[in-house]
């Protein structure tokens, strides 16, 4: 089930002087920045997710924006209900704009699994709002359901049987395969694949050519209604490997100090969402972006971010024993930040990202034989009780205090923020 546009429906749920209208859903409101999601009106006129503001308002003058930063929009997923006798969700908790089930038993005929899929859609319409619509999808497994889901948008309903298999997604594009975006569609046309048809050709052998991995010989199975992949090929167990935040600098922060005091926010952040969570990680990467003047952009590649500045970038990892106290981890961020690259085009900073990877379950992690002298732990779960209570800015570490502020948590592509305590993250 995927709740179509939903930041946009959600907003027009709450005014409805915006409902019939071409809507676009933002950051911030600026020019510069982008559209995170559009209105089935604002979509019908060119304006899409990723789309400039300014650009849509030179297309349609007469749209609106609305920032995405009310509580209500971000929690309205963990709100949209099922009917009692619905199945239970999948391993992947909310909330999330798109939800899998399994139906087990008679659930799973036909009739019976349409009759459900109806009670869904009437009860999100009579008990979260009239102005949100979903499209379902009702496949042999959750790869063709997530494929179905997107085949007939808004408010579709769209059941994949087997018998119809695979000759009922021949039509689409490569593209519209879960898993397959620019650069795959690019390979594959580069192998000869450049139709449904061709791939869905392919014999086992043939697509585990063609991805060179297990992974095409999961994609052959799932195409025709498989559950599972074949020998044993494993199937992506759901845990979670890594989590982070990213910001887009103001321009009062687009220096190295500024920066700095950005990412140490963004750090803050992530470490206390790592403990929320019940993980523990021993790798931090950093990225940052760095803005090019036309002068420089003539003399080195450069790349374009969605807000139309051209820019170099730098990443670098740090690897670290298993932690999930932020003084060690801030630790590892000013490593890595004393090899970031300076001068010539590394001058002005707009972008920030911090990310935690390679993250470990609680109950996996080995203690280490001797305790941490300086109770980082103790003092991280601290800070953790205090800000979970009067916000998450309110006990912090000295370095993010010039950006105390920024980096403000906001609805992303990827992920709908989460509450702990008082505040969102």
Request: glycine share 6%; with cysteine.
């Amino acid at each position: 089930m995927d709740l179509n546009s939903f930041f946009a429906s959600v907003e027009q749920q709450l005014h409805p002087e915006y409902r019939g209208r071409p809507l676009a859903v933002v950051p911030t409101m600026a020019d510069t920045t982008s559209c995170i999601a559009a209105s089935y009106e604002a979509k019908a006129l060119g304006i899409k997710t990723g789309t400039q503001v300014g650009e849509a308002k030179k297309s349609v003058p007469t749209s609106s924006s609305s920032p995405a930063t009310t509580p209500i929009t971000r929690s309205t997923p963990t709100r949209s209900p099922r009917p009692s006798n619905s199945p239970a969700p999948s391993p992947t908790p909310p909330p999330s704009t798109r939800w899998s089930a399994s139906l087990i038993g008679r659930e799973q005929e036909p009739p019976r699994a349409r009759k459900i899929a109806l009670e869904i859609k009437q009860s999100i319409y009579k008990n979260v709002g009239e102005a949100l619509r979903c499209s379902i999808g009702m496949a042999p497994n959750r790869y063709l359901a997530k494929i179905a889901s997107d085949m007939q948008k808004p408010d579709g309903l769209i059941g994949l049987l087997p018998s119809q298999l695979p000759r009922a997604i021949a039509h689409l594009d490569l593209r519209d395969l879960p898993g397959v975006g620019a650069r795959t569609e690019v390979r594959l046309n580069a192998k000869g694949i450049t139709t449904m048809e061709q791939l869905l050709a392919l014999d086992r052998n043939g697509m585990h050519k063609l991805w060179d991995s297990v992974w095409g010989d999961r994609l052959y199975h799932w195409l025709r209604g498989a559950n599972t992949g074949d020998d044993g090929a494993p199937v992506s167990t759901g845990i979670q490997k890594s989590l982070g935040h990213s910001h887009v600098l103001a321009p009062e922060f687009r220096s190295h100090e500024g920066s700095w005091a950005v990412a140490h926010k963004l750090l803050h952040k992530a470490a206390m969402r790592l403990r929320m969570e019940k993980f523990y990680t021993n790798s931090l990467t950093v990225s940052i972006r760095f803005a090019l003047t036309k002068e420089q952009t003539a003399h080195i590649k450069s790349k374009r971010h969605t807000s139309g500045i051209k820019h170099s970038g730098w990443a670098m990892e740090a690897r670290f024993r298993e932690c999930q106290d932020t003084l060690t981890l801030l630790e590892a961020l000013r490593g890595v930040w004393a090899q970031r690259p300076q001068g010539g085009h590394f001058t002005k900073p707009f972008f920030v990202g911090v990310t935690l990877r390679n993250l470990i379950p609680e109950d996996e992690h080995q203690p280490e034989l001797f305790a941490d002298p300086n109770n980082r732990a103790d003092l991280s779960a601290t800070m953790d009780k205090l800000n979970l209570k009067y916000g998450h800015t309110t006990l912090h570490f000295a370095g993010m205090l010039p950006a105390r502020e920024s980096a403000p948590t906001r609805i992303a592509f990827t992920q709908i923020p989460v509450q702990y305590g008082v505040d969102y993250m």
